[in-house]
């Protein structure tokens, strides 16, 4: 199961990250929606885990 780890603050994405792969997920992160939106192009998720609020583009923006 592929992972996208959405979070702003760098602490959250490592914790996120470390909890997920030790339940042996694939997780990619990145701290911005617009990273997000470059690798939502390029793989196949079957989760987002993200933050709601973010600098420039939130996360409802992302969902869209």
């Not at 990250?17 to 793989?43: H, M, Q």
Request: with cysteine; net charge negative; proline share 5%.
């Amino acid at each position: 199961m592929k992972i996208l780890v959405v979070m702003t603050m760098p602490i959250v994405i490592k914790s996120c990250k470390r909890i997920l792969e030790a339940e042996g997920f694939e997780v990619f992160t990145c701290p911005s929606a617009d990273e997000a939106l470059e690798k939502i192009k390029n793989y196949d998720f079957d989760l987002l885990l993200m933050d709601v609020k973010m600098p420039k583009h939130d996360g409802i923006f992302l969902m869209r």
